[in-house]
């Protein structure tokens, strides 16, 4: 009886960010291409060839992490998402309203400075900064039974976003390199 309803609660729950799915798939092959590319897991890089491919790579995953950042801020402009999911996952008594939008300043900033050879450190270590900034919050999210419920987002995906955050501070960790 249960697996019936399953699908309609799923159904009903919007408030989780679009496309999430998407964001977990990225995540990881973004991060497990950074690995392999400093050798963590496949040795010394033995040609030019090799080398060429992870300095591509490098230049693709600042692109697609320039975009990731600068969509998860732009997940401020939704009014609804911001007070069903965003909000109530903040600890209290920290100011939610003035954490989710600085957080979201924080990403769009760290995005936009990632654009420019120049400035990426500095996009890269404030998006790492904002990771570990808000991990609380996710940690809260996973353990307090009234922020499942306000934000109707239970186990198991409450515990999805915890290492998936890692994966995006492995990602950006890259880019200080």
């Keep these: 009886?249960?697996?019936i309803t399953m699908p309609k609660i799923a159904a009903k729950n919007d408030n989780k960010p679009p496309n999430f799915m998407y964001v977990v798939l990225a995540a990881f092959l973004f991060a497990s291409?950074?690995?392999a590319c400093e050798d963590v897991g496949i040795g010394k890089i033995q040609s030019i060839d090799e080398m060429h491919l992870c300095f591509a790579?490098?230049?693709f995953s600042r692109v697609a992490?320039?975009?990731?950042?600068v969509s998860a801020a732009g997940l401020r402009l939704n009014a609804k998402l911001v007070n069903n999911l965003l909000i109530p996952i903040v600890p209290p008594p920290l100011p939610a309203k003035l954490c989710v939008y600085a957080s979201g300043v924080a990403e769009l900033l760290g995005g936009l400075l990632l654009i420019a050879n120049a400035t990426a450190i500095y996009g890269a270590w404030l998006i790492i900064a904002t990771l570990v900034a808000v991990f609380p919050a996710n940690v809260y999210h996973a353990v307090s039974k009234e922020a499942q419920r306000r934000t109707k987002i239970g186990p198991p995906d409450v515990y999805v976003r915890l290492p998936i955050q890692l994966l995006f501070l492995?990602?950006?960790r890259w880019h200080v390199l």
């Design 65 to 69: 992490l320039v975009f990731f950042m």
């Design 33 to 35: 291409g950074c690995i």
């Design 1 to 3: 009886n249960s697996f």
């Design 170 to 172: 492995a990602w950006a």
């Design 57 to 59: 790579w490098k230049e």
